[in-house]
């Protein structure tokens, strides 16, 4: 399963940005898709996660109402909606994939390289 972002840049405080992921072959592979980030010398923490099986969704506390997580399964997408961006956003923000639902843990076996965002 091969996982690439888009979408990261540089946002001034208070507005939005949208992430994508594409997934790639494998749809089973990928019943549960998620993005993470990390900040520079802090731990890569879950932000938000879909899980097919339910379409349930997981949020970070620090992210609800503003970030909303989505799929488009004609496109074999998923998007990050940020809307509202905070200084404290600032990370490499990654798509991960596994066949479980894992919620926020980190435990994913399918990682993207991560694209870049900036709030600033």
């Known amino acids: 399963v091969q996982l690439v972002e888009s979408g990261g840049g540089l946002v001034q405080p208070g507005g939005s940005l949208t992430l994508s992921c594409a997934a790639g072959?494998?749809?089973?592979?990928?019943?549960?898709m998620g993005w993470f980030r990390q900040a520079p010398g802090k731990d890569r923490e879950g932000v938000a996660v879909?899980?097919?099986?339910?379409?349930?969704?997981y949020y970070a506390s620090s992210v609800k109402g503003r970030f909303t997580i989505t799929r488009d399964y004609d496109k074999d997408l998923v998007y990050l909606q940020m809307n509202n961006l905070k200084p404290e956003d600032t990370g490499m923000y990654y798509c991960a994939a596994d066949q479980y639902n894992l919620g926020l843990a980190r435990s994913y076996t399918y990682w993207g390289q991560g694209t870049q965002v900036t709030v600033s």
């Open positions: 879909l899980w097919i099986g339910g379409a349930t969704t």
């Open positions: 072959r494998y749809t089973y592979k990928r019943n549960c």
